[in-house]
């Protein structure tokens, strides 16, 4: 099983930038997907959730109007876009995949850097 998240990197505040996490090893399909960034010195915070088949998707307020999640089970791929970044959005950002019964995510990434600085 693998995802491998790429698409981080450092950008100015109001910027964009778009994740991508390519899967393989396991359904994907059948998976909902999740972004999970974790910020130095912070626990980790959710940041969206896509279900299996693509039709609902799920934010926190810190990043709801400014992200999107997005799938392509055609692709094993799940990404996101992130509009007018702020600095407080500066962290590693992770993908997972859990099933929809399930309480915890079954499989992670290893992690993407996104740093927003002037």
């Known amino acids: 099983v693998q995802l491998v998240e790429s698409g981080g990197g450092l950008v100015q505040p109001g910027g964009s930038l778009r994740l991508s996490c390519a899967a393989s090893?396991?359904?994907?399909?059948?998976?909902?997907m999740s972004w999970v960034r974790q910020a130095p010195g912070k626990g980790p915070e959710w940041v969206s959730t896509?279900?299996?088949?693509?039709?609902?998707?799920y934010y926190p307020e810190s990043v709801k109007g400014r992200f999107t999640i997005s799938r392509d089970n055609a692709k094993n791929t799940v990404y996101l876009q992130m509009n007018s970044l702020k600095p407080e959005d500066t962290a590693v950002y992770y993908c997972?995949?859990?099933?929809?019964?399930?309480?915890?995510?079954?499989?992670w990434g290893q992690g993407t850097q996104v740093t927003v600085s002037s």
């Open positions: 997972a995949a859990k099933t929809a019964s399930g309480s915890e995510y079954d499989y």
């Open positions: 090893g396991f359904s994907f399909g059948s998976y909902d």
């Open positions: 896509i279900n299996s088949g693509g039709g609902s998707t």
